[in-house]
Structures are given as C-alpha cells and as structure tokens.
C-alpha cells in the first residue's frame, strides 16, 4: 500500500458513472490523496470526508476547481451514448469536447498526470461514429493535455449501470455464459477493474501508456492485496 502523499489531489469526471463511481470508491479508501474533487452534476455515490463535490462545469474549470493545487493526478470517466446524448452532436461534446476541456486545464495547472477512459477501438480515422470521437479524443488529450498521458482502453464494459443501455446489456447478456471462449483483448472487464486499473496507472512510473482491456482483467485484486 503507498504512503499518503500529504497534500496530493486527485480531480474526477464522471464519478457518477459506471466506472466513476467505482473509482470514486476506491479513491475514498485509497491513501493517496488527501482530497478529491468530484466533478458531478448529480448526487455522489460514495461519500467521504476527503470528497469534495463540484459542479461539472466544463466551461469554468479554472473557477470549480480553484482550490485544486499543482501535482493533481486527473481521471477521466467521462462517456455516453448517442442515444442519450440525443444526437452525434451532443454525444461529441460529452466524449470529446469535455475530455479536451479537462486536459487542458490540467496542463494549465500543473497536473501531475492525465488518466483518461477511452475505448477499445478506438481510431481518429474509423468510419464508425462511436470509434472515430474516442480516436479523436485520444489524439487531441496527448496534443493538448499535460506532459503524462495514460489511456485505457476498455473492451465492453461489465456492471451494473443506472442508466439502461439496452444495446450493452443484451451483448452481456449473450457474453457472459462464453466469457471462457473470449479471447480477454475481447472480453467484456468489470467496471471495477477498469477503474482499479486507472488508480494504478496513477501509482506507476510511466509517463505515458496505453492500457489494452486484456491487461485491466483482475487489477481489482491487486488493489485489494494492497
């Protein structure tokens, strides 16, 4: 287990989310950081007393986050779908324009490191929609955002989420009685390692990576092993 850094910060979005709120969970117990900043536009999932809520507003990051100092380590779980986002339009601004808005402040202000949840796939040239904002995403957060950049890149994601998503959860519904035979680069991964896999890209030394989905399987029990 690392020692607490004393004055260390860690900055989420999407902490409401599937993962989010999975990462959110593990940063309350996690003695890295002496506070999170949870930027949100709905009632947290997890409470603590190093939590502190925000408002998501991705328009006046420097004024939401003033109290966020230099070193910051920032994760990013931002997604959604087009089907709820209403239109390829509004699904851009959530998986890409709120993504780069985020990697730029924290190169602004100093951040330690940008972890960002992106998406197996994806590929700034794809003729698919979906695959070519996450491509997109990627490559403009490495031009943009600060110096250490991880990206993960998740294949279809396993849990429980509050907002139906009726297309993922008739693919798990099929995937799941073969996850044996799924090759684990195509694997549905837990929510929970995914994010577990974010916090210990955060731990490591590495200035920049790719995460594939193959490598996230069972980094919840590293996690918890301490």
């Known amino acids: 287990m690392p020692k607490p850094i004393r ?5 989420i979005a999407g902490s409401t989310g599937l993962v989010g709120s999975e990462l959110l969970a593990l940063l309350a117990d996690a003695p890295d950081y002496d506070r ?11 409470k603590a007393p190093r939590i502190v809520s925000v408002a998501a507003n991705f328009d006046a990051l420097a004024e939401v986050l003033q109290q966020v100092g230099p070193g910051a380590d920032v994760f990013c779980c931002l997604g959604t779908t087009i089907r709820q986002a209403g239109s390829e339009a509004a699904f851009r601004v959530v998986d890409h324009d709120y993504v780069l808005a985020l990697a730029r402040w924290a190169r602004a202000h100093a951040a330690r490191r940008f972890i960002l949840i992106s998406a197996l796939g994806a590929d700034a040239h794809s003729r698919v929609f979906y695959n070519r904002v996450k491509g997109e995403a990627e490559r403009a957060v490495r031009a943009e955002g600060p110096a250490s950049v991880v990206i993960l890149q ?10 139906s998503r009726p297309g993922e959860q008739l693919a798990l519904r ?14 549905p991964v837990a929510a ?3 994010a577990a896999s974010m916090l210990l890209a955060a731990r490591a030394d590495a200035p920049q990576a790719v995460i594939a989905s193959r490598a996230m399987h069972g980094a919840s029990a590293l996690i918890e092993r301490g």
Request: net charge positive.
């Open 7 to 11: 004055g260390r910060s860690a900055v």
């Open 36 to 46: 999170v900043f949870a930027l949100t536009r709905r009632p947290l999932p997890t």
């Open 154 to 163: 998740p294949s279809l994601l396993d849990g429980t989420r509050a907002q």
């Open 174 to 187: 099929i995937t799941r009685p073969l996850r044996g035979l799924i090759p684990r680069a195509w694997r």
């Open 192 to 194: 929970r390692d995914v």
